[in-house]
């Protein structure tokens, strides 16, 4: 990724946030933080993971679930109005309330193992707001199939975060487990592409991904 998109990536990607309403007003002090999404056309059209999004009948009386976007600089807060999700493959298209938005160009180029990527998102233990929220991860897959595997760790909160090649999203960030829980579980979750790495603890965690197909 080069450094005018890291500068600009804030006007492509978001945070999502579940808040109280009042009067079509919304009080930022209630806001629980859900995870990233980032734009694939420019009219607001974007992608998150599925399991990020609470169902509607989840959201409590004036609850709604918003994005906190950037728009030619300034920190903005638009509607998530309708979304349509696939659980199986852990994604989720949402509609953002704006008319003009920055979008990343998507592929479903094949990715091999020792491709490096790049993860961008928010981690929930940031504070939204000081500017210290985004962060960039560099590193590698290391298996495909049917998930990407990825070598690095990762904050907790980027879930639905592009995975990039250069500047093309190639896929989307979906979970993150133990390793130990690899070992313990069946096929079903080694088949579902877990990733081994270290986290600053010394313990090894497992760090997973969505490509990008027309499957989904």
């Known amino acids: 990724m080069t450094d005018v998109v890291i500068h600009d990536a804030r006007e492509y990607l978001f945070a999502?946030?579940?808040v109280t309403?009042?009067?079509?007003a919304v009080d930022l002090?209630?806001?629980?933080f859900l995870g990233?999404?980032?734009?694939v056309t420019p009219k607001g059209d974007a992608i998150t993971a599925a399991h990020v999004l609470p169902a509607p009948n989840e959201l409590g009386p004036g609850r709604r679930?918003?994005?906190?976007?950037?728009v030619d600089g300034k920190e903005t807060i638009a509607w998530i109005n309708h979304f349509a999700a696939s659980h199986h493959f852990d994604v989720a298209l949402i509609k953002v309330n704006?008319?003009?938005?920055?979008?990343?160009?998507?592929?479903d180029i094949e990715i091999n193992p020792g491709t490096d990527v790049n993860v961008v998102g928010f981690p929930s233990h940031q504070v939204i707001g000081r500017g210290l929220e985004m962060r960039v991860l560099k590193g590698h897959a290391t298996a495909v199939m049917p998930r990407l595997e990825l070598n690095f760790p990762i904050p907790a909160g980027v879930s639905g975060s592009p995975v990039m090649v250069y500047t093309t999203v190639v896929g989307f960030a979906t979970g993150r487990v133990r390793s130990e829980e690899i070992?313990?579980?069946?096929?079903?979750?080694?088949?579902?592409?877990?990733v081994r790495s270290l986290a600053?603890?010394?313990k090894r965690r497992l760090f997973t991904a969505h490509a990008i197909s027309s499957r989904c």
């Open 16 to 18: 999502i946030f579940e």
């Open 98 to 107: 704006l008319t003009k938005t920055k979008f990343f160009d998507t592929s």
């Open 65 to 70: 679930v918003v994005a906190t976007v950037v």
């Open 29 to 32: 002090e209630t806001r629980r």
């Open 200 to 202: 600053p603890t010394g």
């Open 36 to 39: 990233t999404g980032f734009f």
């Open 183 to 194: 070992d313990e579980q069946s096929e079903e979750i080694a088949t579902d592409g877990a």
């Open 21 to 24: 309403v009042v009067n079509d």
